[in-house]
């Protein structure tokens, strides 16, 4: 049984900093990618970053570009988000989720989600 599941959300204050990680079990992790997405109230599902099975490749949506940043440890079958500079428009959901291929920024792309966790920027 594949099992995604997120930590590292909460509140925190314009400006501050957060680590999200996503623990993953049933997956051979190495041949997945792995993706961040959020979700505020009300709004679609927005694509954040993603990295390859090697973690070689990454790409990143424009509204993380020079913000967050992606990685992964293969010997932990974890990835994790690294998001700073936080603003109150970042308030949502974040869900990981997994890849069989390397795909796009859509989530019809990916086969395996987690159940998200908050995460809550006050001004």
């Known amino acids: 049984q594949v099992k995604l599941v997120e930590s590292g959300g909460g509140l925190v204050q314009a400006g501050g900093s957060l680590r999200l990680a996503c623990a993953t079990s049933?997956?051979?992790?190495?041949?997945?990618?792995m993706g961040w997405f959020r979700q505020a109230p009300g709004k679609e599902r927005e694509f954040l970053a993603r990295?390859?099975?090697?973690?070689?490749?990454?790409s990143y949506a424009d509204s993380a570009k020079g913000r967050f940043s992606i990685a992964r440890d293969n010997a932990k079958n974890t990835v994790s988000l690294q998001m700073n500079s936080l603003k109150p428009e970042d308030t949502a959901v974040y869900y990981c989720?997994?890849?069989?291929?390397w795909g796009g920024g859509r989530p019809d792309d990916y086969d395996y989600w987690g159940q998200g966790t908050q995460v809550t920027v006050s001004s």
């Open positions: 049933g997956l051979s992790f190495r041949g997945y990618t």
């Open positions: 990295i390859s099975g090697s973690g070689v490749l990454t």
């Open positions: 989720a997994a890849a069989s291929t």
